[in-house]
């Protein structure tokens, strides 16, 4: 079985400036992973997936993450943020071998500040 | 292309009562997994469909129980509501062995009092 840790659950940034927002996960088998965004009473939406190869992925709105399989990380990156990716945001994982379903971090709130 | 359209949007229900939760997948996608979503939380995975049967099932009481249909559209049911079972439920579509590609629907939000 899978699990993720998001590491915070608030992360206030000015307007911008860089952020990060981290991403833990365990598993004992080969994984996908996911960072999904969630603006207010909207649904998940996709900003980025690591399936192999290179360990940077470069999603929409300028996200990038990096996976680092020794950490088991998978943090999520921008470096310069603005007032309309304040939003929740969702690391989640899924094995690589076979239809398993995502298994989601409990979110990280990121405030953008003017 | 429609993506994953579930219905109705909100409703408010009563403890004890029963709901039915609509998902219309994404056009050339044949599996759909339902998630809950509490307030403040990360989706919890409840079940999963594919060829009109539940194929994979979370920590979720038997009160909770779903249907997949010809079309691949599916439902989920909760019986004897409780105050807990309040959330954003999420539906999900993708294609049967491709676990990284997942499309979300915009939710429905129950509410019940």
């Known amino acids: 079985a899978q699990s993720v840790t998001q590491l915070d659950s608030q992360v206030p940034v000015f307007e911008e400036a860089p952020v990060e927002l981290r991403c833990n996960y365990s598993s004992s088998v080969s994984v996908y992973l996911f960072w999904y965004v969630q603006y207010p009473n909207q649904g998940l939406q996709l900003l980025l997936k690591y399936l192999s190869g290179s360990t940077l992925v470069k999603g929409i709105n300028g996200f990038e993450a990096e996976f680092n399989k020794s950490q088991t990380s998978f943090h999520l990156r921008k470096p310069s943020v603005h007032i309309s990716d304040t939003a929740e945001y969702f690391c989640?994982?899924?094995?690589?071998?076979?239809?398993?379903?995502?298994?989601f971090g409990k979110g990280t709130r990121l405030s953008v500040i003017a | 292309d429609a993506g994953v359209t579930q219905s109705p949007t909100h409703l408010i229900k009563t403890r004890g009562q029963q709901v039915t939760l609509r998902c219309s997948p994404k056009s050339g996608h044949d599996t759909v997994s339902w998630y809950q979503q509490a307030l403040g939380q990360g989706p919890q995975f409840i079940f999963q469909?594919?060829?009109?049967?539940?194929?994979q099932r979370g920590n979720f009481p038997d009160r909770f129980s779903g249907h997949q249909f010809p079309n691949y559209s599916s439902e989920l049911n909760v019986n004897a509501l409780l105050l807990g079972d309040s959330a954003l439920y999420l539906c999900?579509?993708?294609?049967?062995?491709?676990?990284?590609?997942?499309?979300f629907g915009s939710g429905t939000r129950l509410t019940v009092v």
């Open positions: 989640a994982v899924s094995s690589s071998s076979g239809n398993t379903p995502l298994v």
């Open positions: 469909y594919y060829e009109e049967e539940e194929r």
């Open positions: 999900a579509s993708s294609l049967v062995g491709v676990s990284y590609g997942y499309t």
